[in-house]
């Protein structure tokens, strides 16, 4: 499966963005399809995912986005985005997709869970 992250852009604190994560060669909806980030000089970390449509496409966040971020999926254009509101300037970072095809009960919030990537987009938050 390849992924493809755009949408990345520069806004100011207060501001909203989405990105998406499109995707070709495997059907998102039957995937667990994850954000995570990296900002300079951090460790990659767990945004939010969105399961598979059999696992009723429930949703995770982590607690430093939770009731700003939303993400979601598109089925017909097998496409999962992030809408992000009330950016922080702490939101800055390289926002990656990642998805699988794997099914664990836990909350799927390591980098290793997932088993594709895509490039990332840059997202800045100027406060």
């Known amino acids: 499966v390849q992924l493809q992250a755009f949408g990345g852009g520069s806004v100011q604190a207060g501001d909203s963005l989405r990105v998406s994560c499109a995707a070709s060669g495997r059907t998102l909806s039957r995937m667990t399809t994850a954000w995570f980030r990296q900002a300079p000089g951090k460790e990659r970390e767990f945004v939010a995912n969105?399961?598979?449509?059999?696992?009723?496409?429930?949703?995770n966040y982590a607690d430093s986005v939770k009731g700003r971020f939303t993400i979601s999926r598109d089925n017909a254009k097998n496409t999962v985005y992030l809408q992000m509101n009330s950016l922080k300037f702490e939101d800055t970072a390289v926002y990656y997709c990642?998805?699988?095809?794997?099914?664990?009960?836990?909350?799927?919030?390591?980098?290793?869970?997932?088993?594709?990537w895509g490039h990332g987009t840059l997202v800045t938050v100027s406060s």
């Open positions: 969105i399961r598979r449509s059999l696992s009723s496409s429930t949703t």
């Open positions: 990642g998805t699988t095809e794997r099914h664990f009960l836990g909350p799927m919030t390591r980098a290793d869970d997932y088993s594709y």
